[in-house]
């Protein structure tokens, strides 16, 4: 299992690629996850209620809390604290690699591939 995470919970929607990300962190490193199902997020109405901005103060998603206090948002930042030192690199250069390659998907892959399948879906 992984270090120190505690047993969490992510907030999202269903089929949010974003939130696929801290879930493969942690099905390969052991965290305990847990999804939050429709009973406790309910996207546009959980995400703006007080409660929720108390916790993560932009009302994104997916957002992630455990049972030590981490309040996190933003889904490579979930993924990252989720993730083990085999995911995130052993030595500071690794670790650069690794941050590396997470920013190009973010800047050249994402926005590329959405300008393709987001009419496809029609969004």
Known sequence: MAANQGKGTLYTFPGNFRAYKAQIAAQYSGAQLTIAGNDKFKMNDTNRSQEYLEK????KVPAYENDAGVQLFES???AHFLSNEQLR???PAE???VL????YGEREINPA???LVYPCMGI
């Open 76 to 78: 490579n930042a979930i």
């Open 113 to 115: 591939s959405a300008t």
């Open 56 to 59: 993560f103060p932009t009302g």
């Open 89 to 91: 690199g052993k030595t």
């Open 100 to 103: 590396q390659w997470i920013e």
């Open 95 to 97: 670790q650069a690699q």
